[in-house]
């Protein structure tokens, strides 16, 4: 098996939006994945996006892919390394693929001089959440993960407070 991980290019906007639907599916969300080709293409491949992709392969293959970005922790005064995705698939899980491409990013999060390397995993997926432990990442049980999304995030957004309420 010849492995190797790459810099995602814009020509795989394609292969990356299909990973993401194969991944969401997984997830138990395929309904809910609004990224199209160009969408991605826009996003992920402008000169200021703070997201980067990497793509997966086996003897030339895509099999997977990866997206992160850095983020900044307070009280380490350093920037971090978040994992949003890591697809690999059906087929090739097991491989050891998924370990290379966390070792890859572990990597780059040291050379970038990065005090953290963090994702998050579904509660529910047991065999994800095996791996992690298996090759010593922790769970963050104390923290809850929030998110504002949709019209939520638009009212939230343009409600003005009126005089005297606290806001």
């Avoid at 995602?8 to 993401?20: E, G, T, Y």
Wanted: with cysteine; aromatic share 12%; charged share 20%.
């Amino acid at each position: 098996m010849n492995l190797s991980i790459r810099p995602a290019l814009v020509h795989d906007s394609a292969l990356i939006l299909r990973f993401i639907q194969e991944l969401a599916v997984y997830e138990k969300a395929g309904d809910q994945v609004a990224a199209t080709v160009d969408t991605l293409a826009t996003s992920l491949f402008a000169a200021d996006s703070p997201a980067r992709a990497l793509i997966c392969e086996v003897d030339g293959e895509a099999i997977g892919y990866a997206i992160y970005f850095f983020n900044y922790s307070t009280w380490q005064a350093k920037k971090g390394l978040y994992l949003e995705d890591l697809y690999i698939t059906p087929a090739q899980r097991g491989t050891g693929a998924g370990k290379q491409l966390l070792r890859h990013l572990a990597a780059i999060a040291t050379d970038q001089g990065c005090g953290r390397f963090e994702w998050s995993v579904l509660d529910w997926n047991q065999p994800a959440i095996d791996f992690y432990q298996s090759i010593g990442a922790q769970p963050q049980d104390e923290w809850v993960r929030y998110r504002m999304q949709g019209a939520a995030l638009q009212d939230f957004a343009v409600q003005q407070a009126k005089p005297g309420a606290r806001s």
